[in-house]
């Protein structure tokens, strides 16, 4: 699904969705109780609540940029229905396809990290291989996510599935980044240990005006509340300083902010609030 497109000179930005699938919401808040954020979030028979998959397709400066590539169909029945996976075939291609692109446009692919509902989309099923599903573009990723992805803990484990980022490296299109750096011109990352070691949202500046998709660093608008951490933080305290920062600056300059997993709120902008931050703008409403 796509949502109306934002022009950041000399970009314009095009966020949509390539589906939607369900997590437990325990799992999705740590320790804030059920009672609070069933409210904004309510949850099936499963305790799953609904999350989204977002991306960003960044178009201009001759580049085409996608941001995360959602689940990918890669997905046995058993999986799909534990995970509540809802997406169209191809996902990701037809939703290009619907703005007036295709997945061969596509010159780079940034992956915020390369838990399986952000990087379970970068590869498909050629015969009997794995190919890169953005066959002329360069995949970026943080170096110290790919050692991570490489050598999970127990903890991690289940979150990282090899098949979906060992065939980019294999087939030369992994860009290994590391620290904040730009991407293209006025496109670049922004680093946080939090989630996951070497996390990256992504900025984008041009004409006044800066949009940051978030990541997992603040997936839900409700997770705008400094203390709604996920079970999933490896370091949920330094989640919350990264949020905190971020936060405090997107108030400031007026920034607009994209969640990766809100199913019905894209993005908003933000002003100082009486605990945290309030929500003055909804995008596209
Ligand atoms: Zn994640």
Not at 211 to 218: E, I, K, P, R, S
Not at 222 to 244: F, I, S, V
Request: charged share 20%; glycine share 10%.
């Amino acid at each position: 699904m796509m949502n109306k497109s934002l022009s950041i000179p000399p970009y314009t930005i095009h966020p949509f969705t390539s589906g939607t699938f369900g997590l437990d919401g325990g799992a999705m808040f740590g320790s804030v109780p059920k009672v609070l954020w069933q409210r904004t979030n309510p949850a099936d028979e499963a305790n799953r609540i609904t999350m989204a998959c977002r991306h960003l397709l960044i178009e201009g400066n001759d580049r085409l940029i996608l941001v995360d590539t959602g689940m990918g169909s890669g997905w046995t029945e058993k999986q799909v229905k534990m995970f509540r996976i809802e997406q169209a075939e191809n996902a990701v291609d037809s939703a290009l396809k619907g703005i007036g692109f295709s997945s061969e446009q596509v010159t780079d692919v940034i992956l915020t990290h390369l838990h399986f509902d952000h990087v379970g989309g970068a590869t498909q099923a050629d015969g009997g291989e794995l190919v890169p599903a953005f066959p002329n573009a360069r995949y970026y990723t943080q170096r110290a996510q790919w050692d991570l992805a490489n050598s999970p803990s127990l903890k991690d484990r289940a979150s990282f599935v090899p098949d979906n980022f060992l065939p980019l490296e294999r087939h030369g299109r992994l860009e290994l980044l590391e620290g904040e750096q730009e991407v293209a011109p006025g496109v670049s990352v922004l680093v946080g240990n939090g989630h996951t070691d070497g996390h990256q949202m992504v900025k984008v500046t041009g004409g006044g005006e800066t949009v940051v998709f978030l990541g997992d660093t603040v997936p839900t608008a409700t997770h705008l509340a400094l203390p709604y951490l996920m079970g999933y933080d490896l370091r949920p305290l330094q989640t919350m300083e990264e949020k905190a920062k971020l936060l405090a600056q997107a108030a400031e300059e007026g920034w607009w902010l994209f969640f990766d997993h809100d199913p019905e709120l894209p993005g908003v902008k933000v002003a100082p609030g009486e605990k945290y931050v309030q929500i003055i703008e909804r995008y596209g409403q």
